[in-house]
């Protein structure tokens, strides 16, 4: 599928946030000039395998390129936190990756089960063998509810539990979003005759768009305050603060006190679940400053406290990591994710392999606003490779987070490895402001179904 710059805007509707979005872009109309060779493997099948498809296809003259994607229809997952707030529905959501992979591209619907970098192969679940001589990485993470204990994927949506992260790309469902909007009314529901208890949780781990625990919170107790209700809503996070920008965290701060009703644990990390009971144990860690007199110093002792909660809902975030037959591969690093430069994406190790998306090993870049900045990045520097040179081009760490804090307002969080770094350079990243809800409700998709996938944007 292919649109020119002009007509997106048209479709856009000449929105001056978008308008100034697209203009800001590197120029990406790739003319197919590169004449390199070799045969380029892609793995996966969401956006960042999507957009490095259509950024390299394009770039080379005689592209000779294999996607091994299982999942023919793709989701939108922005639009995941909007379907659970119902302000899109589950269609709304539908893509189809057919409409993204050129013909003359061989697309192997199974997933990888082995990776094997040395011999430069992989093996699908199929048993099917493929060679490759450059290897785009681009699997993105997976919910890893086996991580809880006493927690199954088949409990989301039952006994008042929900997670808006609960997708399958293979099968094109998006069943936690739908649940939630039932959980929403649900919530609503009770709340008109008792006070509920809802409980958010959040892992200290990376995970795919990291805002999105908060945005659920927020936007569950503006739902509930519209109403004239309220609930008594608990965020418990692995993390120290609500946001590692300072000025972010401070206005997320203002927005839990406009609602009066929001608690936030930090440092808690979610160990169990007794589904049946609703009872979530958390491990609290946290250091204790104590004076010893026999060596009349202060020292710090490592305290680590079980901290058991009663709910009525539960909104669970899993740990996330990259898909098992990854993990099994020397391609990872110490930390669990895929070992790329934080500024070429090439592997650290394997000099023919680069990553895209979720799943690289990088500070930051967990979003499909990254991977969209990944996507020039890695096309310049894997043909760069392919001619014998170096990598040159640097990816900066840009990241997007849009924090939606109430129905109607979005604090649009852009920052790099430096710091803040708005496309808008006089608007404050610590504002919620309506015209970036408008954007990201009205205007991204078409942005992402016409020029991000496409590799224009």
């Known amino acids: 599928m292919s649109l020119s710059r002009r007509d997106a805007l048209k479709v856009i509707g000449l929105s001056p946030v978008a308008a100034t979005m697209l203009l800001s872009a590197k120029p990406t109309d790739i003319q197919a000039?590169?004449?390199?060779?070799?045969?380029?493997?892609?793995?996966g099948g969401g956006s960042g395998a999507i957009m490095a498809l259509s950024r390299v296809h394009r770039a080379i003259k005689n592209p000779n390129i294999t996607i091994i994607a299982p999942n023919e229809i793709h989701l939108y997952q922005p639009g995941q936190?909007?379907?659970a707030a119902g302000e899109m529905t589950f269609d709304d959501l539908i893509l189809h990756n057919s409409a993204y992979i050129p013909d003359d591209v061989e697309w192997i619907k199974d997933e990888v089960a082995s990776f094997n970098p040395k011999n430069n192969s992989?093996?699908?679940?199929?048993?099917?063998?493929?060679?490759?001589?450059?290897?785009?990485?681009?699997?993105?993470?997976?919910?890893?509810?086996?991580?809880?204990?006493?927690?199954?994927?088949?409990?989301?949506?039952?006994?008042?539990?929900?997670?808006?992260?609960?997708?399958?790309?293979?099968?094109?469902?998006?069943?936690?979003?739908?649940?939630?909007k039932k959980w929403f009314d649900e919530l609503k529901e009770k709340a008109k005759?008792?006070?509920?208890?809802?409980?958010?949780?959040?892992?200290?781990?990376?995970?795919?768009?990291?805002?999105?625990?908060?945005?659920?919170?927020?936007?569950?107790?503006?739902?509930?305050?519209?109403?004239?209700?309220s609930a008594d809503y608990q965020f418990y996070t692995g993390l120290k603060t609500l946001f590692h920008l300072p000025e972010v965290a401070t206005a997320l701060e203002k927005v839990q006190k406009q609602y009066d009703t929001i608690t936030s644990n930090y440092s808690h990390f979610l160990q169990s679940l007794d589904v049946k009971g609703k009872?979530?144990?958390?491990?609290?860690?946290?250091?204790?400053?104590?004076y010893d007199e026999d060596f009349g110093e202060t020292i710090k002792e490592s305290i680590s406290d079980e901290v058991v909660v009663e709910y009525d809902f539960l909104h669970v975030v899993p740990p996330m990591s990259p898909p098992l037959a990854l993990m099994d591969s020397d391609l990872i690093n110490g930390m669990g994710w895929l070992d790329v430069d934080k500024y070429t994406l090439q592997h650290n190790k394997y000099t023919n392999v680069f990553g895209i998306g979720d799943v690289c090993g990088i500070p930051m870049g967990k979003t499909g606003g990254s991977a969209r900045h990944h996507g020039p990045i890695l096309t310049d520097n894997l043909i760069a490779v392919m001619k014998g040179k170096d990598p040159k081009e640097k990816f900066d760490g840009y990241t997007v987070c849009p924090l939606k804090t109430e129905y109607g307002k979005i604090l649009m969080a852009e920052f790099n490895y430096e710091g803040p770094k708005p496309t808008i350079p006089f608007m404050d990243i610590d504002e919620p402001r309506w015209m970036w809800w408008a954007f990201d409700l009205y205007m991204l998709k078409p942005m992402y179904k016409y020029l991000m996938l496409p590799g224009y944007f």
Not at 33 to 43: F, M, T
Not at 197 to 221: E, H, N, R
Not at 280 to 288: L, M, R
Request: proline content about 2%.
């Open 33 to 43: 000039s590169e004449d390199v060779s070799g045969k380029v493997l892609i793995v």
């Open 81 to 83: 936190v909007f379907v």
């Open 122 to 180: 992989v093996t699908t679940r199929a048993g099917k063998e493929v060679k490759y001589d450059y290897m785009i990485v681009a699997t993105g993470v997976i919910n890893r509810f086996d991580k809880i204990e006493g927690l199954n994927e088949e409990d989301i949506g039952t006994n008042g539990i929900s997670c808006v992260y609960l997708s399958d790309m293979e099968k094109g469902t998006a069943r936690g979003a739908v649940e939630m």
């Open 193 to 229: 005759t008792k006070k509920q208890k809802v409980v958010y949780t959040q892992p200290d781990s990376p995970i795919k768009c990291g805002g999105a625990p908060q945005k659920m919170l927020y936007l569950s107790a503006d739902y509930l305050k519209e109403a004239g209700l």
């Open 279 to 290: 009872k979530a144990t958390f491990i609290h860690a946290y250091e204790k400053e104590t």
